[in-house]
């Protein structure tokens, strides 16, 4: 099955810094990667996804980037704001729907 | 965005019983729903694939005895707990998707307690 691992498993960052996460996916088949934001307690909320025939996406101060050939991708925030303080995951899918998540970083933005 | 509503979002419950967690996409027919687990500060855990109409595929090492999957819809999936002891204490949460490979939408999460 896919594998998905995740780097790194904290990340501190000050306000207004950026902050990357970075996975790695295994299985080449794979063609759909999505990252959630999940705050104590509440449900994962999709903040940005992109498909294995696009590079790269940006939504606001969020982007990911894809490199197949590597099957890695990463989250890009920018201008961090304490309210992006949360526990962030990856995953990943191929056809059958299921996704594989990654162990998640816990990002905390400093005032 | 498609709402899916779990429930009990908590539940509390003794040792030995059973505890049924219901899942229900309310604007959409989710042909597929998925279940979770996870620990505190863990990732998530894919337990089971539920199809609509079909047994669920449970993934390796999940008890299907244990834990009871049923899809008899397209917008509602149970999971029930058999026989529950504290080890099976997590935060439970479901998943539905409309197509192949789009967004993921997941339910509110229950946390069961068992004592």
């Known amino acids: 099955g896919e594998n998905v691992e995740q780097h790194p498993s904290t990340l501190s960052v000050q306000e207004g810094d950026s902050a990357v996460i970075k996975c790695t996916y295994s299985d080449s088949a794979s063609n759909y990667f999505p990252w959630y934001k999940q705050e104590l307690g509440k449900r994962p909320q999709l903040i940005i996804d992109i498909r294995s025939n696009v590079g790269e996406k940006k939504d606001q101060r969020i982007a990911v980037t894809l490199n197949k050939t590597a099957k890695h991708f990463s989250l890009h925030i920018t201008e961090t704001q304490p309210e992006d303080s949360a526990v962030y995951f990856c995953?990943?899918?191929?056809?059958?729907?299921?996704?594989?998540f990654g162990a998640g970083t816990t990002v905390t933005v400093r005032a | 965005g498609a709402v899916v509503s779990q429930h009990p979002s908590r539940v509390i419950c003794k040792s030995g019983t059973s505890v049924k967690i219901e899942c229900r996409s309310l604007d959409f027919q989710a042909t597929t729903m998925f279940w979770y687990r996870q620990f505190p500060k863990k990732s998530l855990m894919l337990m089971a694939t539920?199809?609509?109409?079909?047994?669920?595929?449970?993934e390796q090492g999940v008890e299907k005895d244990k834990f009871l999957i049923n899809h008899a819809s397209l917008t509602l999936s149970t999971l029930t707990v058999t026989s529950a002891h504290p080890e099976d204490s997590s935060f439970y949460i479901c998943?539905?998707?409309?197509?192949?490979?789009?967004?993921?939408?997941f339910g509110q999460g229950t946390r069961l307690t068992v004592v």
């Open positions: 995953a990943a899918s191929m056809m059958d729907y299921k996704l594989s």
């Open positions: 998943s539905g998707t409309l197509y192949m490979n789009t967004e993921a939408f």
């Open positions: 539920s199809n609509e109409g079909s047994k669920a595929t449970y």
